[in-house]
């Protein structure tokens, strides 16, 4: 099955990636980069945005590039550091590029970047990949 198709029936399921916000900008094997706005409720008491969603853009963007090749992978392992605030109406990107892939194992790495392309967080993703394909 084609990366994109992939990619959309996961997202048509994805209420979460939805409640975010996200567009997905381009897919290809191994390859994902989305982009969605910083709103209001994603703020915390600093009136930044909250860890949680820089993480979970980027692990969206980590599902869907490690998934793009056909098989069906879950992530095992990540972990994010969080290098500049992020404010209501930052744009925000993820961009998912993998790294290492074996049969069964694969490592990515997300860079998030706001809309003056300053990089606000750096993940690392490593996901199983299962025997079960999309197709």
């Known amino acids: ?11 048509e399921g994805d209420a979460f990636s939805k409640w975010l916000g996200i567009d997905i900008v381009k897919v290809k094997e191994g390859f994902c980069e989305l ?24 692990d969206s963007a980590l599902a869907f590039a490690s998934n793009s090749h056909g098989r069906k992978s879950v992530s095992i392992e990540t972990s994010i550091s969080h290098t500049k ?3 209501v109406g930052d744009e925000i990107t ?6 290492s892939i074996s049969n069964k194992i694969a490592i990515y790495e997300i ?25």
Request: hydrophobic share 40%.
């Open 1 to 11: 099955m084609e990366s994109n198709k992939i990619v959309n029936l996961m997202y």
């Open 35 to 58: 982009k969605m706005t910083v709103r209001e409720e994603m703020t915390n008491g600093f009136k930044i945005a909250h860890g949680g969603i820089t993480y979970s853009l980027a």
């Open 111 to 135: 860079t998030i970047t706001n809309q003056k392309e300053e990089t606000v967080a750096l993940f690392k993703g490593t996901v199983y990949r299962t025997s079960k394909d999309w197709a």
């Open 85 to 87: 605030q992020c404010l």
């Open 94 to 99: 993820a961009k998912a590029i993998e790294k």
